[in-house]
């Protein structure tokens, strides 16, 4: 359908797309806090066993040399004495058991989940159950709100994810139980994907090639801010299901959305609602100020032809050709990687020495505001490639440098600076990686590449909260060396992927081959060209509905 030729007589960016920028982003926030809830609703209190005994701690309780305090899980084995044996006695026992209960600081956390189901010790794997679970349901979530929309619409999926994960929000401040609480958080992930995906696709669908920059960039911005007010909020709340209501509540603001939100113009004219689409884009062209060609409105104009209709797969990726085969697997690792990377330096940013845990989150998300910067002067100057590149050597460089600094021997502040700026890497590259696929793959397999590109994040993201859990088991460096040594694959990798910006956006299988060697008649871009602000004549081209999604 014809629907690029419209875009260039309503410009790239200007005060429509703006405001539905506006409009439909706001809501991440809260997906955002939902993603880094359980860093502060399920933290970790400094915590020990609990004392059977009347005696001094230093007589009842074993002494751990490695952490330089008492044991916080194992105990003195008292059944071989008598109940009413001495202090002395006690003192001298050496053989230990596994603690059954344990007494928590509350000096930061008044309530903790963590503290209320114990998961602490032999069960604080289930801890990250909670977070991959979360994970899963934005895969589950992704594919249930995608068939949604492409049957009942942007709009409507869009406002479905919305009241759910209202209402499952405010369940969430008061589970029963530790499996009524995983559950809902599974449909809270399902509910990430419904927000941010739709509302991309309905924010972006009108944006033109010279407002993409920008446009990708929002939906980040927004997260950063979640993460941002998260910190904030935690700061005043120190009550787990409290914090957890206080983030809820901005979502009733959203529930107003179904009078404000449009439907999708693509999906309306795939569905033969031309009329609607029409009132759309005029009501598109009115705020902007310009005029759409009559003709370009025609029904026959947007009708899809057959070459716009052909498809292929993600498996057709794999198998036309090595070049495209090549590119494909590195944006497929990419993707992997930037998740699991992104969400494990999230997750853990409490874990870092040091500091307050609400300062650390605030500073995390400040540094991805202004990795955000330097994806808006660098993306189109400096190329999608070489950013890319930059962006996860950064992640990779400082994961490492992470785990060869010694803690709480004085360089806290330095581990805290190096796992920031490895979170700006992360950060910056999550954006990179959208605005590449959606340049490299060709149109025809454009969704199936990007869509199957995004299970390999989602498989990253399931798998973060496990590597992050090794660090319990073996040593604080190691989640970190994976981190960096799979960072620095990835950027290397990104080195042999042809550059996208201010080019031509391969259409067939055989143009993504030969996509970095040769073009034939198609050239290459420049911004006066795309500019949007001057009319050109209308001429054929082939236009596509593919839009890439953020995560």
Known sequence: MRFEAI???????????????????????ITAMNVLAFVLTGAVPSFRCYDDSTCPLN????????????????????SSIASNSSCDVIGNITSQVKCDRWVYDDSAYKTSLTADWNLVCDRRFL?????????????????????????YGRKKAYYISLVVQVVTGFLAAFPPNYVTFVVLRFILGGTHSGVLLTAFVIAMEFVGPMGKVVGGIAPHFWFALGYMLLALLGYFIRYWNYLQIAMTVPGLIFLSYWWLVPESARWLIQKGRHDEAVEIIRKAAAMNKVNIPEKLLQKDEMEPTEETAEKATFVDLLTYGPRLRRNALIIYYNWFVVSLVYYGLSLTTSDLPGGSDYIKLMLSGVMELISFV?????????????????????????????????AHQGYDWLIQCTAFLGKAGAGASFVLVYNYSAELFPTIARNSGVGFSSMCARVGGVMTPFISLLG??????????????????AGSLALMLPETAHRPIPETLADAEAFGLTFGKLPIRNEEQYSGEVEKPEEEEKATDDICYPL
């Open 374 to 406: 330097f994806l808006y002067f660098f993306m189109n100057r400096a190329g999608r490639k070489c950013c890319l590149c930059f962006s996860m050597l950064l992640s990779g460089v400082t994961c490492i440098s992470a785990a060869f600094i010694p």
């Open 7 to 29: 875009l260039k007589h309503l410009g790239d960016f200007k005060k429509y797309q703006i405001t539905q920028c506006l409009i439909l982003f706001p809501p991440c926030v």
């Open 127 to 151: 801890r990250a159950v909670v977070q991959s679970v979360y994970m899963f349901g934005m895969l589950v979530g992704a594919i249930v709100t995608g068939h949604l929309s492409d049957r």
């Open 472 to 489: 319990s088991y073996t040593d604080t460096w190691v989640p970190v060396m994976i981190f960096g040594v799979i960072s620095l694959i």
């Open 59 to 78: 007589q009842s309780l074993p002494w751990d040399s490695d952490k330089n305090t008492y044991s916080s899980c194992t105990k003195k084995d008292l």
